[in-house]
């Protein structure tokens, strides 16, 4: 059985920092693509970033370049969402997901796994 259960979020103030972690069972953590989401009321569900299957390549969403770090252990079957310099906008239900690739893909429905969420406020 797939699992994907995510840890971490929490109320911060503007300027912090969170790490959120996402600990995988029941497929091949290592051959597949881990993305970070997030979603709010009013938006779609959007990629934050994506650490790729051969632990090399990372992509972030523009918004969060230069604040947020993607990082995998597959020792563990776990990976992190590090977030420094919080602001308001970043405010969410984040999301774990899970892709088997190669090729990287961005598009939430094309994720096979996803977590159950775990929500971040950040106040001003």
């Known amino acids: 059985q797939v699992q994907l259960v995510e840890s971490g979020g929490g109320l911060v103030q503007a300027g912090g920092s969170l790490q959120l972690s996402c600990v995988a069972s029941?497929?091949?953590?290592?051959?597949?693509?881990m993305a970070w989401f997030r979603q709010t009321p009013a938006k779609e569900r959007e990629y934050v970033a994506i650490?790729?299957?051969?632990?090399?390549?990372?992509y972030y969403t523009d918004s969060v370049k230069g604040r947020f770090t993607i990082s995998r252990d597959d020792a563990k079957n776990t990976v992190y969402l590090h977030m420094n310099s919080l602001k308001p906008e970043d405010t969410a239900v984040y999301y774990c997901?899970?892709?088997?690739?190669?090729?990287?893909?961005?598009?939430?429905?094309?994720?096979?796994?996803w977590g159950q969420g775990t929500q971040v406020t950040v106040s001003s």
């Open positions: 997901a899970a892709d088997a690739g190669p090729q990287t893909v961005w598009a939430a429905n094309e994720y096979e796994y």
């Open positions: 650490a790729r299957w051969n632990g090399i390549s990372t």
């Open positions: 029941g497929f091949t953590f290592g051959t597949y693509n």
